[in-house]
């Protein structure tokens, strides 16, 4: 595809809620919640925002601008900037390894947003209603337990992913991240609203706000660093591709702000409308990753007007899945588009087929393949370690180090629009402090 046919966002502001929608995920109401639930609240809460101003924000800027630049899928973008800039080609492995990592993902993804889809159906039947501890438990171990249930859940976010993505940028992508996003956020008002009636409210506010410092461990500091690099989208090639279709006209560095700063304020919003009822219900906010799935589905179905609220956060949560998942489903079709003779919509049916056989693999690692297939992982386990700790860190650091160390430094410059302090600054954090935050991730991790 040439450049001047490549696609393109119709305006800013739709850059802006795609790239926000990708940030905010499960990641952001599922992941953060229970993070800063198992890490002691408010000071896990501070160090995620230093971590996502002087980590995330030069990665995400880096990506943004490969992709633009080049005007093609992460691989093509590579191999082309390095070209011109004199570097190896094998710098597309760069690109590559993102594109791996997204298709990766997104195969145990749609496992989970298959479960976030059930989960808004038994809100609206009232499965929950009434339940005990043990009653929703059970609920949830039956769900794991029925491999052709996953099956139907995970084809079904699957096929939704598929058909919004085949309909290219500007139907599809825009046209659900228009609609999802502002829904997503009313949706999140709302839950904060009810939260606010609880009697509860200030303690989520000071569990949230008012730091802890005795909690401040080296482990938290890493999870702080760890969560602030993933729930921006990085390493996956998401971000690449989205630059691609790009205009020069879009301040990148303005832009990563606004989108730096919606991603984390839904986050915020999201313990705002958890930890209400969470206290409220006398549980315990540490709960892990069954905070989502086991403990609030206990809340909802033991309150006033709880399957009404039960319903909206579960669409909520879908929603947010879903502007994830397209996402993470657009560099694989870009990349196939681009590469073979497939059609748009060929390339996605193509994208997505291979997806959701791999999720096959990774839903019956809850049931019939519970079994160890390498290093003691399930396939479940393993594609969610592979990806978040080894292809993720890697592929986020090779990115600021190309555009740091290997492009014309006053050409980064001008494309920012930096100048003097400002940019001697941005050199700064993006030669030595953002990569050396990524390896201290990637070390630990291992």
């Not at 941005?426 to 630990?444: C, D, Q, T």
């Amino acid at each position: 595809m040439s450049k001047l046919a490549h696609a393109q966002w119709s305006s800013k502001m739709t850059f802006v809620l795609a790239a926000a929608g990708s940030a905010v995920g499960l990641g952001n109401i599922w992941r953060f919640s229970y993070m800063v639930g198992d890490s002691g609240g408010a000071a896990f809460v501070l160090v995620y925002l230093i971590c996502v101003a002087v980590v995330g924000m030069p990665i995400l800027v880096a990506e943004w601008l490969i992709g633009r630049r080049a005007q093609k899928n992460p691989v093509n973008a590579m191999a082309e900037l390095a070209g011109q800039s004199g570097q190896p080609r094998a710098w597309a492995l760069l690109g590559a390894s993102g594109i791996l990592a997204a298709f990766l993902i997104l195969s145990f993804y749609s496992v989970i947003g298959g479960w976030s889809l059930s989960y808004t159906l038994n809100s609206v039947i009232g499965t929950f209603t009434g339940q005990d501890a043990d009653g929703v438990s059970a609920i949830f171990g039956n769900l794991l337990a029925s491999p052709g249930v996953l099956l139907l859940w995970h084809t079904a976010f699957m096929a939704l992913v598929v058909w919004i993505v085949a309909r290219g940028v500007t139907k599809g992508l825009e046209g659900a991240v228009r609609t999802m996003m502002p829904a997503l956020v009313v949706l999140m008002l709302i839950l904060v609203g009810y939260g606010m009636t609880t009697g509860h409210f200030g303690e989520a506010l000071a569990f949230m706000f008012r730091p802890d410092w005795s909690a401040l461990t080296g482990g938290v500091v890493l999870a702080a660093m760890g969560q602030a690099f993933f729930t921006l989208s990085l390493g996956m090639g998401i971000m690449m591709a989205y630059g691609s279709y790009l205009g020069e006209e879009v301040n990148l560095l303005g832009t990563a702000r606004t989108v730096i700063i919606l991603d984390t304020v839904i986050a915020l919003l999201a313990g705002l409308a958890i930890f209400p009822i969470v206290f409220a219900n006398g549980l315990s906010a540490g709960e892990g990753p069954g905070l989502i799935f086991v403990t609030l589905p206990l809340a909802f179905g033991n309150m006033t007007g709880g399957t009404l609220l039960g319903l909206m956060f579960f669409l909520l949560l879908t929603f947010a899945a879903l502007t994830s998942a397209i996402s993470l489903l657009e560099p694989v079709v870009e990349f196939v588009e681009e590469r073979t003779p497939l059609s748009r919509v060929m390339a996605t049916l193509a994208g997505g087929a291979a997806v959701w056989a791999l999720g096959i693999a990774a839903l019956m690692s809850f049931n019939v393949w519970d079994v160890p297939v390498l290093f003691g992982l399930n396939v479940f386990d393993l594609l969610d370690t592979f990806t978040s700790k080894i292809l993720l860190p890697l592929t986020g650091l090779g990115a600021i180090v190309f555009v740091a160390w290997c492009l014309e430094r006053k050409s980064v410059a001008a494309e920012l629009n930096l100048a003097g302090g400002a940019e001697k600054l941005w050199h700064l954090v993006a030669r030595y402090v953002a990569p050396i935050g990524v390896i201290l991730v990637f070390v630990s991790s291992l």
